[in-house]
């Protein structure tokens, strides 16, 4: 879809339902974070609470470490107290709304979301531009370094180039 299409569908979107989930996941995402240990989930409810306000022209994208040990841990505990109902509820709201002809392109953004409640750690939100820009691969940017004026950089020891034999 085009950029025109995807702001038309947002508004849509937003008008039809998705106001009101951003700010239940929103709301959701404030209890949460009330605790010590519900910080994480918390702010995995902001994240979804952010795609489920404008959903159409974004992607989701696990990323690299994804599958690293803590992520797996959180996303099992998060299946567990929760994330596998809502993928189901998400996904059955996208069966109803793709038996509609008009309705398949939002019953595409509730599966998106079925996608993303089931597994948000390690999953990120980007732009569909983004994405194609990157040839489906997403690439971290390389650390800034910041020097101070007046700085001088420690001097590297000098190794001699290996003799030839």
Not at 16 to 37: H, N
């Amino acid at each position: 879809m085009g950029d025109a299409c995807d702001c038309c569908c947002n508004v849509i979107w937003f008008i039809f339902g998705g106001f009101e989930m951003c700010i239940i996941w929103c709301i959701t995402g404030a209890i949460l974070c009330c605790t010590i240990c519900g910080i994480p989930i918390g702010l995995q409810c902001f994240k979804i609470g952010c795609f489920a306000l404008c959903p159409f022209g974004k992607d989701i994208v696990h990323k690299d470490d994804s599958l690293s040990c803590c992520n797996c841990f959180l996303n099992i505990i998060w299946i567990l107290t929760g994330g596998l109902f809502l993928c189901i509820m998400e996904g059955f709201i996208g069966v109803i709304y793709c038996i509609t002809i008009c309705g398949i392109p939002f019953g595409l953004q509730h599966f998106k979301l079925a996608r993303l409640a089931l597994m948000p750690f390690g999953a990120v939100v980007v732009e569909k531009d983004a994405l194609a820009n990157a040839g489906g691969v997403i690439v971290q940017p390389p650390p800034v370094v910041v020097v101070q004026q007046g700085y001088t950089p420690p001097a590297q020891p000098y190794t001699p180039p290996p003799a030839y034999q």
